[in-house]
Structure formats: structure tokens, C-alpha cells
């Protein structure tokens, strides 16, 4: 059979569904596999989980959609946390077709000898058009990449407008902010760490090229509180993390800083960049 034939029928003897509702998982590892061509040299379970976590957070579902529990509150949640379902799709993806898929040793990888070619793409995006239309009743576009979000968008004297409207855009209900709590699910000043009250404010705002814009390291994770002050110049950063606190607040204490954990050597540098 060829890698063109294996791939289609894999995607239709799927099952897109669990028990009543949507498998949100099982849609995320299509699109995955979509977003590669179907063409997968040995990647790692963690990091398919990593593209099924932002599929989900990225694409905001109806919590209706789901009944599984993690699912409907992926926002809680670290890509590792899916691990083990994505795993079972893996293994059920498998069960279920001649599959070009094969799962050893924690990796996935795929069996066909090519990728398929643009022609071949179209046709496999028709089908799952199809699928997503019956479950969602629309089609979905999706790449993980941040630096779409960033397209429409231009930042101007401090602000981000829409470049089509000219509307002001909240930098908080886009990508970066869900990447920005992927693995920090709490201030990082105070440790608060109710979802929905997180914001994350860019520690280093002068941007040299678009991949300052996206990149989750150039940003701090802060409770409502911390967030307000941080904008009204209560305080920054120091090279190593630190707190300078410029004037006095009941919530900022002189002995705040970033946990070493959060500390990448990105970070670092971003924090670098900001006082230079
Ligand atoms: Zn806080």
C-alpha cells in the first residue's frame, strides 16, 4: 500500500468520539500528525502531549464538548499531565488501522518512507475538514505556532492594535499568555495561583524581531495584584531575579524574586537585556 493510501485510511478508521462526546485528545494527536506531513522521525510522548496540551488551551473548547474531567480544565493542568492519555491514543490510534504509526520506548514514529507531497496534504486537510465540521460543526485551522497570533497585530508606542481594525488587543487573551503559564501555574512573586487571575506582563518590552513577542521566556507570570503594580511602576526586576521595589506597596516585600527554578538561562538574558 502506498504512504498516501496508509495515512488516509488511518484517518478515517478513526474514532473521533468517546462514549457521547468528543475525543478533544484524539483530535489533538491528528492534528499533530497533520501539522508533521504524517511523517515522524522519533519524536517523545512528552512532546506530543506538550502539542496536544496547547491544541487544547490554544483552541478554548466548549467544556461541553468533553467529558474528560483534565480536558475540560486543561488551563489547571502541565503538558505532562496528558502524558498518559495521549499515550492511549497513541496505542488506540495504532489499534485501530494498518497504521503508519508506531509507539516503542516512550517515542512515536512513523513507518512511511516519504512525506506525502502538497497534493497529497490537500487531500488529507478535505477529510479532516469533514471530521472537524461533523464534531464541531466548523473547520478548524490550527499550527502551534505563536508567531501567527502576531500577524494581525502591531505594537505601537506601547501598545498592541490590530493592524485590520485598529482596535487595542489585550496581549492577555492571546497564545503567549497560554504559553506563558504552560509550566508556571502561579505568581511569581506570591505563589497565588488561581488560574483565571493570572496575567503575564514582557520583562524585556523593546522587541528586536517578532520571536521576542512569543517567546514565554521573555515573560513574568503575576496575580491581578502584582500585575497592576507591575504596570503602574511600582516595581522591576533585577538581572538575577530580584525585586526592586521603586515604591512602597503593603503587597511587595523587599525579599521577592523570581524561584531560581523559573529561572532559564532565557529568562536570564531577557532580564539582562531589560536593564541595558
Ligand atoms: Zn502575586
Same mark, same amino acid.
Given at each position: 500500500?502506498?504512504?498516501?493510501?496508509?495515512?488516509?485510511?488511518?484517518?478515517?478508521?478513526?474514532?473521533?468520539?468517546?462514549?457521547?462526546?468528543?475525543?478533544?485528545?484524539?483530535?489533538?494527536?491528528?492534528?499533530?500528525?497533520?501539522?508533521?506531513?504524517?511523517?515522524?522521525?522519533?519524536?517523545?510522548?512528552?512532546?506530543? &502531549? +506538550? $502539542?496536544?496540551?496547547?491544541? %487544547? #488551551?490554544?483552541?478554548?473548547?466548549?467544556?461541553? !464538548?468533553?467529558?474528560?474531567? *483534565?480536558?475540560?480544565?486543561? &488551563? +489547571? $493542568?502541565?503538558?505532562?499531565? %496528558? #502524558?498518559?492519555?495521549?499515550?492511549?491514543?497513541? !496505542?488506540?490510534?495504532?489499534? *485501530?488501522?494498518?497504521?503508519?504509526?508506531? $509507539?516503542?520506548?516512550?517515542? %512515536?514514529?512513523?513507518?512511511?518512507?516519504?512525506?506525502?507531497?502538497?497534493?497529497?496534504?490537500?487531500?488529507?486537510?478535505?477529510?479532516?475538514?469533514?471530521?472537524?465540521?461533523?464534531?464541531?460543526?466548523?473547520?478548524?485551522?490550527?499550527?502551534?505556532?505563536?508567531?501567527?497570533?502576531?500577524?494581525?497585530?502591531?505594537?505601537?508606542?506601547?501598545?498592541?492594535?490590530?493592524?485590520?481594525?485598529?482596535?487595542?488587543?489585550?496581549?492577555?487573551?492571546?497564545?503567549?499568555?497560554?504559553?506563558?503559564?504552560?509550566?508556571?501555574?502561579?505568581?511569581?512573586?506570591?505563589?497565588?495561583?488561581?488560574?483565571?487571575?493570572?496575567?503575564?506582563?514582557?520583562?524585556?518590552?523593546?522587541?528586536?524581531?517578532?520571536?521576542?513577542?512569543?517567546?514565554?521566556?521573555?515573560?513574568?507570570?503575576?496575580?491581578?495584584?502584582?500585575?497592576?503594580?507591575?504596570?503602574?511602576?511600582?516595581?522591576?526586576?533585577?538581572?538575577?531575579?530580584?525585586?526592586?521595589?521603586?515604591?512602597?506597596?503593603?503587597?511587595?516585600?523587599?525579599?521577592?524574586?523570581?524561584?531560581?527554578?523559573?529561572?532559564?538561562?532565557?529568562?536570564?538574558?531577557?532580564?539582562?537585556?531589560?536593564?541595558?
Amino acid at each position: 500500500m502506498d504512504d498516501f493510501y496508509t495515512v488516509y485510511s488511518d484517518v478515517m478508521k478513526q474514532n473521533y468520539n468517546d462514549s457521547t462526546k468528543v475525543n478533544l485528545i484524539k483530535f489533538g494527536l491528528l492534528f499533530f500528525l497533520k501539522e508533521s506531513n504524517f511523517y515522524i522521525e522519533k519524536i517523545k510522548i512528552s512532546k506530543v &502531549a +506538550r $502539542y496536544v496540551y496547547r491544541f %487544547l #488551551i490554544d483552541n478554548d473548547f466548549d467544556s461541553n !464538548l468533553t467529558s474528560n474531567v *483534565l480536558v475540560k480544565n486543561i &488551563a +489547571r $493542568y502541565r503538558p505532562e499531565d %496528558l #502524558i498518559y492519555h495521549v499515550e492511549n491514543e497513541v !496505542l488506540n490510534w495504532i489499534k *485501530l488501522s494498518n497504521s503508519f504509526l508506531q $509507539y516503542k520506548d516512550s517515542e %512515536l514514529f512513523s513507518i512511511n518512507q516519504n512525506r506525502l507531497t502538497n497534493d497529497q496534504m490537500h487531500k488529507i486537510d478535505k477529510v479532516v475538514d469533514i471530521i472537524c465540521i461533523k464534531h464541531f460543526n466548523k473547520k478548524i485551522e490550527y499550527s502551534e505556532n505563536v508567531c501567527n497570533d502576531f500577524r494581525a497585530i502591531k505594537y505601537v508606542n506601547g501598545k498592541f492594535i490590530s493592524v485590520d481594525r485598529n482596535e487595542k488587543i489585550d496581549i492577555n487573551k492571546t497564545r503567549v499568555r497560554n504559553r506563558a503559564i504552560e509550566n508556571t501555574k502561579y505568581c511569581e512573586l506570591c505563589d497565588k495561583n488561581d488560574i483565571s487571575d493570572l496575567k503575564f506582563v514582557y520583562i524585556h518590552n523593546i522587541f528586536d524581531d517578532l520571536n521576542d513577542l512569543c517567546d514565554a521566556n521573555n515573560t513574568l507570570v503575576l496575580c491581578e495584584e502584582h500585575f497592576r503594580l507591575y504596570n503602574s511602576n511600582f516595581f522591576r526586576l533585577d538581572e538575577f531575579g530580584k525585586i526592586n521595589v521603586f515604591k512602597e506597596h503593603h503587597s511587595l516585600d523587599s525579599r521577592m524574586r523570581i524561584s531560581k527554578h523559573n529561572l532559564t538561562p532565557q529568562k536570564l538574558n531577557y532580564l539582562r537585556k531589560n536593564l541595558s
